[in-house]
């Protein structure tokens, strides 16, 4: 599972959350594409990758929680606590964790930055989507 409060800028399609490793073909990545204001949720493997689009789109200048997560069949994205996204994958190989760390509002090895702003951040093995985002919070 990852996480992050986001409040996407007027344009610019960047990087929110990763941990893709220097030769890019590992791991995971959270994304923001401006140019259908998604947010876009990718794995990689060391045989074979996918990404999947949310069907929100976002407006810019406003805030938004958006979580992702895969459970080994069964990729999910939420928006404010709500299911944006289903896809069932079976991935060739296993899901890669490399060591080059995590990164936040961009990636490492060149440009892709966010803009906008990132806050509360949150990486974890497993989470159950209601311990993700109480709903109650954003109805205040």
Same mark, same amino acid.
């Given at each position: 599972?990852?996480?992050?409060?986001?409040?996407?800028?007027?344009?610019?399609?960047?990087?929110?959350?990763?941990?893709?490793?220097?030769?890019?073909?590992?791991?995971?990545?959270?994304?923001?594409?401006?140019?259908?204001?998604?947010?876009?949720?990718?794995?990689?493997?060391?045989?074979?990758?996918?990404?999947?689009?949310?069907?929100?789109?976002?407006?810019? $200048?406003?805030?938004?929680?958006?979580?992702?997560?895969?459970?080994?069949?069964?990729?999910?994205?939420?928006?404010?606590?709500?299911?944006?996204?289903?896809?069932?994958?079976?991935?060739?190989?296993i899901v890669n964790?490399?060591?080059?760390?995590?990164?936040? $509002?961009?990636?490492?090895?060149?440009?892709?930055?966010?803009?906008?702003l990132i806050d509360?951040?949150?990486?974890?093995?497993?989470?159950?989507?209601?311990?993700?985002?109480?709903?109650?919070?954003?109805?205040?």
């Open positions: 599972t990852v996480e992050a409060w986001i409040k996407p800028a007027s344009n610019g399609r960047g990087y929110i959350l990763s941990n893709r490793g220097y030769n890019g073909n590992e791991g995971y990545l959270l994304e923001y594409d401006d140019w259908d204001r998604r947010v876009r949720w990718s794995i990689w493997t060391n045989y074979n990758n996918s990404s999947w689009d949310g069907d929100t789109q976002l407006i810019a $200048g406003q805030w938004y929680h958006v979580a992702a997560t895969f459970d080994g069949s069964r990729a999910k994205l939420y928006i404010n606590g709500i299911l944006d996204g289903n896809w069932d994958w079976q991935p060739q190989g964790q490399p060591n080059d760390g995590i990164t936040i $509002g961009s990636r490492r090895d060149y440009g892709s930055e966010f803009d906008g509360d951040t949150l990486l974890e093995e497993l989470k159950k989507i209601d311990e993700i985002l109480d709903i109650k919070q954003l109805r205040v």
